[in-house]
RNA sequence: GGUCCAGUAACUCAGCGGUAGAGUAUCUGCCUUUUAAGCAGAGAGUCGUUGGUUCGAUUCCAACCUGGAUCACCA
């Protein structure tokens, strides 16, 4: 860890007394600029036939200082372009000022453009003002083009630098903004395919008395005023049920959940969640709503089919595949599992050193056998259909044969990327599931959900059939900017603190 | 939580029982078309932390801290 007042930083301290001392401003409450860099790097040359002067603001990133000739390098969030100093264009005074900035400085540089004797496209200042002075050197950046890519020096990789302190890690490598800009389109796209289709985007309580809709131990805080405790909500679930009874009927909502659990490549704490509810809609809709999504970002928006994730090329162009759970024991394990079998899938699990939870049921085991054995097998898109309903508590059961619910999730890379099912309506039948869960909460799975008395009153007034639908952003944006730590897609991912608090 | 790997200058890394090294960065000098600018010189480190072994520890040992990988657990 950098010292707090090493060599670097007191040399930047002195170089701010001169300054003050010199009556400049370090830090002007005014700024100025008449173009982006953006604007100046397209139609090079009008720019340099024009002479027009044009302002530019933004950080210096580099300089090469050549006696009473300087070069440096000025970055905005458009891009960058080469400054071009001269003393006897500045004036000497200005040129002074120059020699006591520094890379990370942000200045502002009103000049004209031209190309160097090297055919560098160069701003040359009239003028150079300080607009921050930078107290704390930026670790040195130095690249060069080669075959026409930018290779980058010494680049800032250390991992837990570049988490802890991210704001060094986009302004260091700009490759890893790139997965941000990625991220914001991808979520802003989620918003207008769904806005098309007329959904409704909701906000529901974080803060909630009770927790619900999925297995997951929650957060707990406090309300002083109240005087109660609250969870940070797991999902959105039971809220978004209970404005369906309201009247609405597509709804969604896209924000964080909260998930006292461990941490790892793919679970951070805090994490986004789309859920969205179609009434009248039905699996058979949510799996097509899928999949027109997840293509519509691949390749409308993103213009890409095909993504390497986790070591594999996942093609997003094709037709997503579907298996029903009991057909995927059949075909990778020989397995033939169904409601009457619960010996048979017992002594499975015992040979397959699966540990059998207390109040397991066949449904939970059969789940359990491939969540352990196949899930991680299915790389291109599938869906899994046909759940067992003891581990769909909120899901309808299939109207042929209820052990098995209307549910699928989506499968890719071994991964889940999305869950639906056909949501419960019958109130009573949902009180029942519920307290079926309270029963093996009981028994000691601190997953398992808890009663939620106010959502089945609220289902009580009546609920429409419908589909409903999640989606994990984060692995989504994960598989679309072909990253495999979910620390690599969110800006300020959960770490320890460095030091006890 | 188990196992393995890592932590040395601002950055990227080497070193390894005997006074701490390189490149870049920084500072000083020279330098008006450079661009990983160049040339000459200089400064810069609690070698993650705390103990132990030793005449002597950055190096060996132990514990701990932080991160990563992996397994377990888990949407």
């Not at 397959?352 to 789940?367: E, Q, R, S, V």
């Not at 959900?449 to 419908?466: Q, R």
């Amino acid at each position: 860890m950098p010292s707090r007042d090493n060599q670097f930083i007191q040399l930047r301290r002195q170089k701010l007394e001169k300054l003050l001392a010199a009556g400049i401003e370090p830090y002007p409450i005014k700024s100025f600029r008449t173009n982006k860099i953006e604007d100046i790097l397209k139609g090079k040359d009008d720019w340099v036939a024009s002479n027009q002067e044009v302002s530019l603001a933004g950080r210096l990133v580099a300089m090469r200082r050549q006696g009473k000739l300087s070069f440096g390098d000025l970055e905005d969030a458009s891009g960058k372009i080469q400054i071009y100093v001269a003393q006897n264009l500045v004036g000497e005074e200005n040129y002074e000022l120059f020699k006591l900035c520094d890379p990370g400085d942000f200045i502002q540089v009103k000049g004209t453009l031209f190309f160097t004797q090297a055919g560098e496209y160069s701003l040359r200042a009239n003028q150079i003002s300080l607009l921050a002075k930078n107290l704390r050197p930026l670790p040195p950046i130095k690249e060069k083009v080669i075959d026409g890519k930018l290779v980058r020096y010494s680049a800032l990789s250390d991992v837990e630098i570049r988490y802890r302190k991210r704001y060094l890690d986009l302004l260091l490598n700009p490759s890893h903004r790139d997965i941000f800009i990625r991220r914001a389109k991808i979520i802003s796209a989620i918003r207008s395919f769904l806005d098309e289709r007329e959904f409704i985007e909701v906000e529901t309580p974080i803060l909630q008395p009770l927790y619900g809709g999925a297995n997951a131990r929650p957060f707990i805080t406090h309300h002083n005023a109240l005087d109660i405790d609250l969870y940070l909500r797991i999902a959105t679930e039971l809220y978004l049920k209970r404005l369906i009874v309201g009247g609405f009927e597509k709804i969604y909502e896209l924000g964080k959940d909260f998930r006292n659990e461990g941490m790892d490549r793919i679970h951070n704490p805090e994490f986004t969640m789309l859920e969205l509810y179609e009434a009248y809609s039905d699996l058979a809709g949510m799996m097509d709503l899928t999949e027109s999504l997840l293509k519509y970002l691949a390749i409308n928006v993103l213009h890409q089919s095909i993504y390497k994730f986790r070591g594999y090329n996942i093609d997003l162009s094709e037709p997503f595949q579907k298996a029903s759970m009991q057909n995927l024991l059949k075909d990778y394990l020989g397995l033939e599992l169904s409601e009457d079998d619960y010996d048979k899938a017992v002594e499975f699990c015992q040979k397959h050193n699966i540990d059998i939870p207390p109040g397991a049921g066949t449904g939970k085991l059969i789940y359990l056998i491939y969540e352990n054995m196949i899930e991680e097998q299915i790389i291109q898109p599938t869906f899994v259909t046909d759940f067992p309903k003891e581990v769909s508590p909120l899901a309808k059961a299939k109207p042929d044969n209820p052990f098995w619910a209307d549910r699928f999730e989506l499968l890719i890379a071994g991964y889940e990327f999305a869950n639906a099912f056909s949501e419960l309506n019958d109130p009573l039948e949902q009180r029942a599931r519920l307290e079926a869960q309270a029963a093996l909460r009981a028994l000691g799975d601190e997953e398992a959900s808890v009663v939620d008395e106010d959502f089945l009153e609220a289902l009580e007034y009546g609920m429409p059939p419908m589909g409903g639908l999640g989606i994990g952003i984060d692995r989504l944006v994960m598989l679309l900017t072909e990253n495999d730590s979910i620390k690599e897609v969110i800006l300020f991912p959960q770490m320890k603190p460095e030091q006890p608090l």
